[in-house]
């Protein structure tokens, strides 16, 4: 009788509906499966009942095929399944719509109640070496609101399915990198920054996003670089189109697991030391990468971390 079954059928008789219908005189519902000359699977439902004892005892069995049943069972496990996912999904989507806005309305709270302090102390007529250090510390306050937007507004076109748009051209790497450069140290006299150039080559790319792209990798190097030691921006051009960036500082060691979701939207790295900031500035640069055709990479020891953006020579966008 067991020989009909399949292997793992077999077993389930052997050991679930035997002892059943010794204990109980009757089974139902049970999903075996039939094994055919051919060796195929043979989906069925037995239900069985024992009478009598000895060489009187006699057991009726019924068997029913049962494909389309076994296909429901499936479809709905796999109806469960994907909408569990979704689900999931929706949840994850909530909770980052909930983080964002939190995180956005702290990360702005603190540039705009400096700017509004700024308004009042100069609203009193301070001396004039006074007048120009709050100017100062309210341009910095305007720039990273500016920043804060901008990688929004990024972000948020990147979810629509826009994704980064790119103004090609050649020629204006330059000033756009200094330029990035030189915001960021209006802001933080107090920092070093040093800048290495050596564009000798031609590259087409979109200056101004490459400018964004060092601008948040500057910024994120200075938040959590060692206020008391510089930080670093070299570019080098290739042959061929291409670039190399480096963004270096000395901040503390980043773990490998936090280096792999730290070009994540909304993930601020190691809690610990790595909390300041929406956590979009990171991603930004990375999309920005991408859409050039490069890619972002990280070296991090106990002295120094550095991120890298490299456009490979002939990796230029639109030449597939």
């Known amino acids: 009788m067991t020989a009909l079954f399949s292997i793992a059928s077999r077993v389930v008789f052997e050991t679930s509906v035997l002892p059943l219908l010794h204990l109980h005189g009757e089974v139902s ?39 389309r049943r076994r296909n429901f069972e499936r479809d709905l496990l796999e109806a469960r399944a994907e909408t569990e996912a979704r689900l999931s999904i929706a949840q994850k989507q909530g909770e980052l719509r909930e983080q964002f806005v939190a995180i956005l309305g702290h990360d702005l709270r603190n540039p705009v109640a400096a700017f509004y302090a700024g308004i009042r102390a100069l609203s ?63 802001v933080h006299p107090d920092r070093d920054l040093k800048l290495s150039l050596n564009i000798g080559h031609d590259v087409e790319c979109d200056a101004q996003r490459i400018g964004q792209l060092v601008s948040n990798l500057l910024g994120n190097a200075l938040t959590h670089g060692d206020t008391e030691r510089p930080v670093t921006v070299d570019a080098v051009t290739f042959a061929n189109n291409g670039l190399k960036i ?75």
């Open 124 to 186: 009193r007529n301070p001396p004039k070496d006074k007048k120009a250090e709050l100017l100062q510390l309210m341009q910095g306050s305007v720039h990273r609101m500016e920043r804060l937007i901008e990688n929004v507004l990024d972000y948020a076109r990147e979810r629509l399915g826009s994704g980064i748009e790119l103004d090609l051209g050649v020629g204006d790497l330059e000033p756009a990198i200094r330029q990035a450069v030189e915001e960021l140290r209006a």
């Open 29 to 67: 519902g049970v999903s075996l499966d039939l094994s055919s000359r051919t060796g195929e699977n043979i989906p069925v439902m037995i239900s069985a009942t024992a009478r009598g004892t000895g060489q009187s005892r006699m057991t009726q069995m019924v068997l029913l095929r049962s494909e």
């Open 246 to 320: 480096n963004v270096c500082n000395h901040g503390p060691q980043i773990s490998a697991e936090t280096q792999k979701r730290l070009f994540d939207p909304f993930d601020r790295g190691d809690e610990s030391n790595y909390r300041k900031g929406l956590g979009l500035g990171l991603h930004i640069a990375s999309e920005i990468a991408k859409a050039h055709h490069g890619g972002m990479s990280i070296q991090s020891d106990e002295d120094v971390t550095c991120f890298t953006f490299q456009m490979s020579s002939g990796d230029a966008p639109g030449r597939d």
